[in-house]
Every structure is written in structure tokens, then in C-alpha cells.
């Protein structure tokens, strides 16, 4: 058995949980949960679109929040700056509540807060059921969008875990409660066992819990005696995850990464290159996603181990970003996710000797380049100040003032939510690179 850590950190018992393709499959799901939802959404998110699907998914919360659903929602302000103040507008005069987690400088409409960003991507309904995975809340992710469209994966959970999942995300909005549950608060404090999962929950922060995803995947690593699948769509981990890697390989366990080879920014598919003679040179079977962007951040490991979540193996997710993924161990699980693993190694190519050879001098310049890019961006992200991050509350009426409301009590769990205040804005904004 698979061991993780103590405490609340520990798998739980008794979960169902249900692997989703693409957004053909985990929107309508959403959806429809949100339609039959009772008492509560929470929703955290680092892209929503004004498109089909935000569209579709901004109606579905308006009927929700008028029939009596508290609803918050939380996106972050670089992955949702270009999202249109009509937009919000609807919603919280719908009586959402609407959250802008480390909002932009409105000057020159730029981004520049590039760093620590809330790179999650979870729903919580009614404190039953819990989405988590690495698809955005946008078109992109449906493959009718076209050869841009992503590759990607979610779960939905039910069962004891999900309680769990839904502290963090209370944590993250200050007037959170549980008084507007009513009988459904029984349910949170004694979850029914629905399923045969232990699922545990890891999120990763820059505070208290700087490296649980990563260790989540070193402990999975070592103890493997039989295989590794690794799909993941940013692939830059750390010293020690590949050198774990590499040692599994040398002591017989077959080992393949599956990564992108449409990528949709270059610059990661340039260092991960950079890594391929060392993996292929100890055994490491590594292919390229041709189909379309990959966007996946799953893995499996011997016959029960998975994880899915929002967490890329590189440093942005593993050292800078505010992440959260699932480690489940059950063998239905796992041998669903290695289906989907062998369906992407049959839209892929084999990085091979041949291949590596005939790389130019130029190609191999860029590599060296991106390799210390990559392999020092935590270090020059640190040169940058540190600062407090900030949940701004977006309101529709104008005649509210500004004003700071309480700082949240101390949480003992997730203490960087400590560090948000939540402001309500007087006025109208054009877009997010206004508040």
C-alpha cells in the first residue's frame, strides 16, 4: 500500500471517482451538476471564457444563484484578464460571488504579475461533489475548436475526500459559511462511503505547502516495481523527480513520458527536449503528442497509483503556482487512465536515436538556451519583490464604497489564505485589467 502523508493529508476511503475526456464530456457533467445543485457552488479557476462554454456556464450559475445556490467564483487575474465587466456584471447581480485572485495593474492593460499564480482548477457542489483535473473553463478545451483544441482530462469525485477538497476552497473566499447548508452540513461531517477509491488530496502553495505534489510523486516513483505513465503537457521537473525517473528505468521498470509535440507555446517543448538524451539514454520510452496541444497533467504508476490534477511538471507548477491534484489508488481507475495513456502513445512519436542525431547545431543552441531558462526560473522569479496576494471581490452595484472587510480568521490548514482581503470595487469596470 501506497502511503502518503498524515493527517488530513492521508487517502480516504469509500470515494467513487469517474475520469473525463476533454471538454465533450466534463462540461455538460459540470453542467448538469450545477443545474440539480441544492445549497452551494464554489468554483476556482484559472481561465474562464466569454465563449461557448463560459456562456454556457455563466447561465447555468445565474439560474442557480436565483433559485437560492450561494455561489462563489474564483479566477485568477492573468489566466481571466481579458474577461468583460458585462460578463461579471451578470453574475453578481445574479448574487455570485466574484473573485479576482492577485489582480493586475491597470496600467498600459498589461500582465505582468506573471508569478504565483492560482493555477488550480476545481468545483465543489453541495459538499458531494468535487471536479478537479486540468481543463480550463473555456472553448479551447472542446476539440470541435479545432486543431488548437487541447488535450486534457478531469475527474469528478464523490465521497469522503470531497469535504476535504471543499475546506481549501472555503479558505480562499473570506465570507464563506456553512450556515447556508442546513441538513446538508451532516453530510460534510460524516461523508457516506460511495465508491472503492482512497483518493488523496494534495494541494501546493507558498507557504506551508510548498512541495506536497511533488513528493506525492517521488513517493509513487521509488516504491514502482512494474511501470511508470507519465503525460504531462509542461516537462521540466526537478533534479529529483527525474532522477527518480531515471533509477526507476535502471532497475526494470518500464518508464514512458508522453509529452507535447504541437505545443501551444514553443518554449516548453524546446527544454523539455533539452532533457530527452538523458531520458532515452537510461531506457525512458518518450513520445510527442501530435494530435493537437497537449494539455494533460496525469500519471500512473504499476497496477493502483494515478494522479490528475492541475499541477505541470515544471517549475511554475512546482515551485511558484498555487496547484492542486488527486493521488487515487484503485486498479479500475488506474487501468482506465493506462487506456487513455495508450490511446495518446498511438497519436504520438517515438523520440528515438535516429531522431536525436539529427538535430542541428541550431536546434541544439535553443535547447541549451531554454534548458537554463527553465532550469533557473524559480531563482529569477525570486528576484522579483514579494508581495501579499489579494482576493478582490468584484461587485455590480455602484453605490458601494470601498472598503476592506475582515481579514479572514487564522487557518491553521491553508495559511497563505490568510493573507487575502477581499475589497469592494465602487466602480464599473471595462475588464479585469481595471480592478
Not at 444563484?65 to 479566477?75: D, E, H, L, Y
Not at 461523508?191 to 517521488?218: H, Q
Not at 497519436?347 to 531522431?355: M, P, V
Request: glycine share 6%; aromatic share 10%; proline share 5%.
Amino acid at each position: 500500500m501506497f502511503e502518503l502523508y498524515k493527517g488530513k493529508k492521508r487517502f480516504t476511503e469509500g470515494n467513487r471517482i469517474e475520469l473525463m475526456e476533454n471538454g465533450e464530456t466534463f462540461f455538460p457533467q459540470l453542467i448538469r451538476r450545477i443545474n440539480r445543485a441544492e445549497k452551494e457552488i464554489f468554483i476556482e479557476t484559472f481561465i474562464l471564457g466569454e465563449d461557448r462554454v463560459g456562456k454556457a456556464l455563466q447561465k447555468a450559475l445565474i439560474a442557480a444563484a436565483k433559485r437560492g445556490v450561494w455561489i462563489s467564483v474564483t479566477a485568477d487575474s492573468y489566466g481571466t484578464f481579458f474577461l468583460d465587466a458585462e460578463y461579471i456584471k451578470a453574475l453578481t447581480e445574479a448574487g455570485v460571488v466574484f473573485q479576482i485572485f492577485d489582480p493586475q495593474p491597470s496600467w498600459m492593460k498589461s500582465r505582468p504579475k506573471l508569478f504565483r499564480r492560482l493555477h488550480r482548477k476545481l468545483v465543489v457542489v453541495d459538499g458531494r461533489y468535487a471536479f478537479i483535473g486540468g481543463i480550463n473553463l473555456s472553448h479551447e478545451h472542446m476539440t470541435e475548436h479545432g486543431p488548437t483544441a487541447k488535450q486534457d482530462y478531469a475527474v469528478e469525485i464523490e465521497g469522503p475526500v470531497v469535504p476535504i477538497i471543499r475546506e481549501l476552497c472555503k479558505a480562499y473566499v473570506p465570507d464563506a459559511q456553512d450556515h447556508h447548508l442546513g441538513e446538508l452540513v451532516e453530510r460534510l461531517e460524516k461523508p457516506a462511503k460511495v465508491g472503492d477509491a482512497s483518493i488523496a488530496f494534495v494541494a501546493r502553495d507558498n507557504r506551508r505547502f510548498r512541495n506536497d505534489i511533488e513528493k506525492a510523486y517521488l513517493l509513487g516513483i521509488r516504491k514502482a516495481r512494474k511501470r511508470i505513465y507519465i503525460a504531462n503537457a509542461y516537462f521540466f521537473p526537478s533534479f529529483r523527480i527525474l532522477h527518480a525517473l531515471r533509477n526507476a528505468a535502471k532497475r526494470g521498470v518500464e518508464v514512458v513520458v508522453i509529452l507535447q509535440g504541437e505545443p501551444d507555446i514553443p518554449l516548453a517543448l524546446r527544454a523539455a527536449r533539452c532533457l530527452y538524451d538523458k531520458l532515452t539514454g537510461d531506457g525512458i520510452k518518450v513520445y510527442e503528442y501530435l494530435e493537437r496541444p497537449l494539455h494533460a497533467k496525469i500519471a500512473l504508476i504499476d497496477d493502483e497509483w494515478a494522479t490528475i490534477g492541475s499541477s505541470n511538471l515544471d517549475p511554475l507548477s512546482l515551485a511558484l503556482n498555487l496547484e492542486a491534484n488527486v493521488v487515487v489508488l484503485d486498479p479500475t481507475f488506474n487501468q482506465e487512465l493506462f487506456g487513455e495513456m495508450n490511446k495518446l502513445v498511438k497519436a504520438s512519436r517515438l523520440i528515438e536515436s535516429r531522431w536525436l542525431e539529427q538535430r542541428s547545431r541550431v536546434h541544439l543552441m535553443k535547447n541549451f538556451f531554454s534548458y537554463h531558462i527553465m532550469r533557473h526560473w524559480p531563482s529569477l522569479a525570486s528576484w522579483f519583490p514579494a508581495h501579499t496576494p489579494v482576493i478582490r471581490e468584484i461587485k455590480a452595484r455602484s453605490d458601494m464604497d470601498d472598503k476592506p472587510l475582515r481579514d479572514q480568521v487564522n487557518n491553521d490548514e491553508y495559511p497563505e489564505a490568510d493573507n487575502m482581503h477581499k475589497v469592494v470595487q465602487k466602480t464599473d469596470h471595462t475588464n479585469l485589467s481595471e480592478v
